[in-house]
């Protein structure tokens, strides 16, 4: 399984981005799929996670009702809309895949990892 992020960039304080995750494999509904960031200096910390049929979510509390997670698995696609961005949000982020059902905010719990793609929120 390869995963490809894209959509990050450099968006002022109060802006949105979308960010894209496209998996190569042909059973992509059977992967929950998550999000990751990592700021300079920290640990990657959890974002944002889909279970395999989008029917489940779960957010990070300081990502709560401004970034929203979605699926397209007639493209294999996994979304992370990030609305009202803060400069803290800046990190690299990653996409994740696990070969389970329900989402999880575990890391170790994903066997595949994509490049990741920078966001830089100026103040």
């Known amino acids: 399984v390869q995963l490809q992020a894209s959509g990050g960039g450099l968006v002022q304080a109060g802006g949105s981005l979308r960010l894209s995750c496209a998996a190569s494999?042909?059973?992509?509904?059977?992967?929950?799929m998550g999000w990751f960031r990592q700021a300079p200096g920290k640990e990657r910390e959890f974002v944002a996670a889909?279970?395999?049929?989008?029917?489940?979510?779960y957010y990070a509390d300081s990502v709560k009702g401004r970034f929203t997670i979605s699926r397209d698995n007639a493209k294999n696609t996994v979304y992370l809309q990030m609305n009202s961005l803060k400069p803290e949000d800046t990190a690299v982020y990653f996409c994740?895949?696990?070969?389970?059902?329900?989402?999880?905010?575990?890391?170790?719990?994903?066997?595949?990892w994509g490049q990741g793609t920078q966001v830089t929120v100026s103040s």
């Open positions: 889909i279970s395999w049929s989008g029917s489940s979510t």
């Open positions: 994740a895949a696990a070969l389970r059902i329900s989402p999880t905010t575990n890391p170790t719990a994903y066997d595949y």
């Open positions: 494999v042909r059973t992509f509904s059977r992967y929950a």
